[in-house]
């Protein structure tokens, strides 16, 4: 369950990037998130910390619209909620990239899905995160940092407002994660977005996040 965390509800002034109400998380018997209340400001960076099994995916992917709550209302933007949120990038522990495609085609993908083709600014993008010269290479070719470079080049091809991490640095060895955690926070710092990311671990919550929402009474 969620100790909730919520700021005052605002007469006026823009909505809240995510505004969650009574949210309500049931897997048959078992009550994973119960009249849970936050609200998320536009381009903060908002850690879900706690031990494993106490519902931070579960709420993650209740507001990334992957989950439906059993109760409650998640407004996105102010909207109600429906479906996968517009302008919302995830990124998850896994590797997703395709492994036959380039590191260019991969970070093309979502251009493709909306019927765009920019190769330019993919190419640019890959610069951004450090990967010039390796816009050829297959997922195969690169070390784990590098691949979680053109996820990073993936995810902001998608433009996102919106960004859900579940745990994205936890199959990284020590020294490349805190590599990561870096260039993560030097992106965020050029191009604010609102980001919900899934951690146990307090260090990298302290380091990346502007407020931290901990889950306590797990099964
Ligand atoms: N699809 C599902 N069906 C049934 N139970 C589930 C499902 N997903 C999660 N659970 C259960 O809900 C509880 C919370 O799981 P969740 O993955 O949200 O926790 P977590 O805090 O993110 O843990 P971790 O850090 O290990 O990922 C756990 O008891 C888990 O077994």
Redesign the pocket.
């Known amino acids: 369950m969620l100790q909730t965390s919520t700021t005052a509800d605002k007469d006026t002034g823009p909505p809240s990037a995510i505004s969650a109400r009574g949210i309500q998380l049931k ?2 018997d ?1 009550t ?1 998130l119960n009249d849970v209340n936050v609200d998320i400001e536009r381009g903060t960076f908002v850690s ?1 910390l ?12 209740a507001v990334a619209g992957l ?1 439906e709550p059993t109760a409650g209302i998640i407004h996105i933007n102010g909207l109600p909620k429906e479906g996968i949120p517009r302008a919302a990038g995830y990124m998850f522990q896994e590797d997703t990239l395709l492994p036959w495609a380039s590191a260019l085609d991969n970070v093309m993908l979502p251009q493709q899905v909306v019927g765009r083709k920019d190769e330019a600014e993919a190419r640019n993008l890959l610069a951004t995160v450090g990967l010039k010269g390796f816009e050829e290479k297959r997922p195969i070719q690169l070390s784990g940092g590098m691949r979680k470079r053109v996820q990073f080049a993936r995810l902001l091809a998608q433009k996102p407002e919106i960004v859900f991490m ?2 994205p640095f936890g199959a990284l060895d020590a020294l490349t994660k805190l590599v990561m955690q870096q260039e993560l926070l030097d992106l965020m710092q050029r191009d604010p977005k609102t980001v919900l990311f ?1 951690t ?1 671990d307090p260090a990298e919550a302290i380091l990346l996040s502007d407020r931290i929402l901990v ?1 306590v009474d ?2």
């Not at 706690?50 to 992917?61: D, H, I, M, V």
């Open positions: 897997f048959g078992l994973v879900l706690g031990p494993s099994g106490c519902g931070k995916s579960t709420f993650l992917n989950l579940d745990e899934v146990h889950f797990c099964h």
